[in-house]
Each structure stands twice: as structure tokens, then as C-alpha cells.
């Protein structure tokens, strides 16, 4: 079984430039999250799926950040645009019921690194 | 809101036993995982607990005590591919999951 799926692995940017993430979780897997993981802390979450519902996305700076999910399937994070401190580790996870028990699945994670 | 405390690295010899601690302030409560990451990669599953007590999976075991707001993770047997981050998660309602800041577990030969 394929794992969640991230592209680009990395990616360098400008300030003020505009920048995508893709993530395709594992088949079959209603629930998706987007993660921002700074270097040495923890994931932070900006975003929760279920399906192509947002069911939770509190912490997403709405002012530059977006993110879509339109056929419950794959999604895309943007940033535009981006700014100095969004330098970070963006990861996709993604998991498969709704019971506590079931554990959410990450990708590799996109390294944005911003000039 | 959420909170979680772990020491922030830990050093320790092949074979040794190694446990790292986590406290935690949270409201909606439901249980306590815990993941690995190595340096480049991607948050792995190890434990989840939501009851009070010991899980054991192998050479990992994690403990929790709800009473406490503590945990701890286990780590035995230490093998120098188990130097990496390990972070403590809260687990709270719609599955949403609140990380601590990591402890950097380096192990020497």
C-alpha cells in the first residue's frame, strides 16, 4: 500500500512569491490534515478534511495561506504570498476512521525555505 | 488550549534504557500518542493511550495516568536507529492532535 504522497520535497522562494503544496493521501482515507512543523517543534496543525469538507482550519492564516480539497481525494496548500517566517516543514497526513484508535499517517513533508 | 512539556534531548548508550517524560494541560482529553521522527522524515505511529496503564509494543512501551496529566514513553534495548525525535500528542476531540516540542534522543555506541 502506497504511503501519503507530498510534492515538491523541497522548494525556494522568494518573499512575496506564491507557493503550492500537493498531497495525495492513502486510498481510501476520508480524513486529511495539513501540518506546519518548525525546525526542532512539533507539527502544528493549519487544517483538517474530512472528505472535501474543512472541518477544521482555526489555525490556518486565512489572510495568505488556502488550501482545497475539491474532490475529497488529493488537496493543495498555498501561501501568497509568502513571507520570511513561513520557512518551515509542511506536512500531509492522512487517516482512515473516525475511531480514536486509528492513527494518522504523514508524508515525507514539503521544505519551503523563503529568501 | 493545549499544552505538553518534554525534555528537550536525552542521551544514552546501546542497550540502554531510555524514558522520556510528558506532561500536558489540555481540555477534551481523550488520549496521549506518541510518534518518532528521524532527521528528514516523516512522523511515524508508535503508542496511543486512553486509559490509564502500560502499553507494550515490543521494545517501546508507553505509560499514561490520566489523574496526573503524565506520560512517558519507554524505550529498551536501545539500538542506534532509535536516535531520533520522539513527540508526545494530545489527543482531543475530531481526532485533532496537539504536539509537544520533541525530545532529540541521540544514542552513542
Known amino acids: 500500500e502506497a504511503g501519503v504522497v507530498q510534492s515538491p520535497r523541497y522548494k525556494i522562494i522568494e518573499k512575496k512569491q506564491p507557493v503550492a503544496f500537493w498531497c495525495n493521501p492513502i486510498s481510501g482515507h476520508n480524513t486529511l490534515y495539513w501540518y506546519r512543523q518548525n525546525l526542532g517543534q512539533g507539527p502544528e496543525l493549519l487544517i483538517r478534511y474530512e472528505n472535501e469538507e474543512a472541518v477544521d482550519d482555526s489555525q490556518l492564516p486565512k489572510d495568505r495561506f488556502s488550501a482545497e480539497r475539491l474532490k475529497g481525494v488529493d488537496s493543495t496548500l498555498k501561501i501568497q504570498p509568502a513571507e520570511l517566517g513561513d520557512s518551515a516543514v509542511y506536512l500531509c497526513?492522512?487517516?482512515?476512521?473516525?475511531?480514536?484508535?486509528?492513527?494518522?499517517?504523514f508524508g515525507p513533508g514539503t521544505r519551503l525555505t523563503v529568501l | 488550549g493545549q499544552s505538553l512539556e518534554q525534555p528537550s534531548e536525552v542521551t544514552a548508550v546501546e542497550g540502554a534504557i531510555v524514558q522520556i517524560n510528558c506532561t500536558y494541560q489540555t481540555s477534551g482529553f481523550y488520549g496521549l500518542s506518541w510518534y518518532q521522527q528521524h532527521d528528514g522524515g516523516a512522523p511515524t505511529f508508535l503508542s496511543y493511550?486512553?486509559?490509564?496503564g502500560l502499553e507494550e509494543t515490543g521494545r517501546f512501551s508507553s505509560f499514561l495516568s490520566r489523574s496526573d496529566s503524565y506520560g512517558y514513553l519507554l524505550l529498551q534495548e536501545l539500538q542506534m536507529k532509535d536516535s531520533a525525535s520522539y513527540f508526545c500528542a494530545v489527543r482531543a476531540a475530531g481526532n485533532k492532535l496537539t504536539f509537544g516540542g520533541g525530545t532529540r534522543v541521540l544514542v552513542k555506541p
Open positions: 497526513a492522512s487517516r482512515a476512521g473516525t475511531g480514536f484508535q486509528d492513527e494518522q499517517f
Open positions: 493511550n486512553a486509559l490509564d
